[in-house]
């Protein structure tokens, strides 16, 4: 495979990367991304948190549309940019791995010094007790709840969602948490909810002992994720972005490469 010559010089040139990912890294392990290469919206922006928290019809809809969206979801497998940045960690070449996906197909590929700055889907979390269940062993409870439904199949949407959009939702069941009634929610950060401080603070920690960032499938958008390239740059510390169409940061970065991620990493491979 040959190599993008500036880079591979990027990353060998530098023995300590802070990696930042985005959509555009699964999106061929086959699930959607939000936003098209202007950054704009492809579809409806995704739950809200305040309305999930506060309405029983916004938590219908999102189980409806989860149980269908998360059967493919919770089958997909690592491509090979989550390969590549696994062998750039597994040569000691990665400080850390960032994530903004919830997929854990990086964990998959076999990184090991991730973290899931917007959560992981294959929990749910009580939003009362804080008790945490398997996704699989919820998934189950709704499908026993909500027979009728498993028979439909939609569109996937991203992170295990589907387009159900014409679907009449008042009848779904959602199950309550079984220790204590509570609401059950994906353990994942929802729009208007905030990154725990302490998931911040390390990465931050980390990102300081970088001497590169290498920013893979992420348009930077949310401010989430777009605060450590601010970081990076306030630090001195050069940015390269592998992306297809704009991203938040362009200003900020040495190097931009518009190519797919599994093709601009594949020379690690």
């Not at 309405?55 to 493919?72: D, K, M």
């Not at 850390?96 to 700055?117: E, K, P, W, Y």
Request: glycine share 8%.
């Amino acid at each position: 495979m040959d190599r993008p010559p500036l880079l591979a010089d990027f990353i060998d040139r530098h023995r300590r990367l802070f990696v930042l990912t985005g959509a555009g890294v699964s999106t061929n392990s086959g699930i959607p991304d939000y936003r098209d290469s202007h950054g704009n919206w492809k579809r409806t922006q995704p739950v809200n948190f305040q309305a999930f928290m506060g309405e029983e019809r916004t938590r219908q809809r999102y189980w409806a549309r989860s149980l269908i969206g998360w059967r493919r979801f919770g089958q997909a497998v690592p491509n090979d940019a989550h390969h590549a940045l696994a062998k750039l960690e597994s040569n000691g070449r990665c400080e850390l791995l960032l994530t903004q996906n919830v997929d854990r197909l990086h964990q998959s590929a076999g990184s090991r010094r991730v973290i899931d700055l917007h959560g992981r889907l294959d929990l749910v979390r009580c939003m009362g007790c804080g008790l945490k269940i398997p996704r699989a062993e919820f998934q189950d409870r709704l499908g026993r709840s909500n027979g009728d439904w498993l028979a439909l199949d939609a569109a996937d949407a991203p992170d295990g969602d589907a387009d159900l959009e014409h679907a009449d939702f008042a009848s779904f069941k959602v199950p309550a948490c079984e220790a204590c009634g509570g609401v059950l929610k994906p353990d994942v950060v929802f729009f208007g909810e905030n990154v725990p401080r302490d998931v911040v603070a390390t990465a931050q920690h980390h990102l300081a002992q970088a001497d590169a960032m290498l920013i893979a499938g992420s348009s930077l958008m949310v401010y989430s994720g777009f605060r450590f390239v601010k970081q990076a740059a306030e630090n001195k510390i050069p940015i390269a972005a592998i992306n297809l169409g704009r991203t938040r940061a362009d200003d900020l970065l040495a190097l931009k490469v518009e190519e797919r991620c599994e093709a601009a990493l594949a020379f690690l491979l």
